[in-house]
Nanobody
């Protein structure tokens, strides 16, 4: 089992910055990728950024150049630095941890709300 706890959400004006944190605990040795997803009201959950065990990262086109995903292995924590925020970035942001086969599990945090005002 893996437990994920997000923090860092809040209200920010357009153009501002926030940093989200996701602290992982439990069977973290089994994780091969961690990512951030978001879900805006009335929309489907979408991938924002992912970081794999080897350190490679990828971001959605909509956030490239503005958001950066990183991790601190000593703290078992993944971060999402969000700069130049736009009103369309308003959403609940969820942390995800993926465990490969044979377990093939997906773990989710409870989410943290980011609201960007104009």
């Amino acid at each position: 089992q893996v437990q994920l706890v997000e923090s860092g959400g809040g209200l920010v004006q357009a153009g501002g910055s926030l940093r989200l944190s996701c602290a992982a605990s439990g069977s973290i040795f089994s994780i091969n990728a961690m990512g951030w997803y978001r879900q805006a009201p009335g929309k489907q959950r979408e991938l924002v950024a992912v970081i794999i065990s080897g350190g490679g990262t990828n971001c959605a086109d909509s956030v490239k150049g503005r958001f950066t995903i990183s991790r601190d292995n000593a703290k078992n924590t993944v971060y999402l630095q969000m700069n130049s925020l736009k009103t369309e970035d308003t959403a609940v942001y969820y942390c995800n941890a993926g465990v490969p086969p044979p377990a093939a599990m997906d773990y989710w945090g409870k989410g943290t709300l980011v609201t960007v005002s104009s």
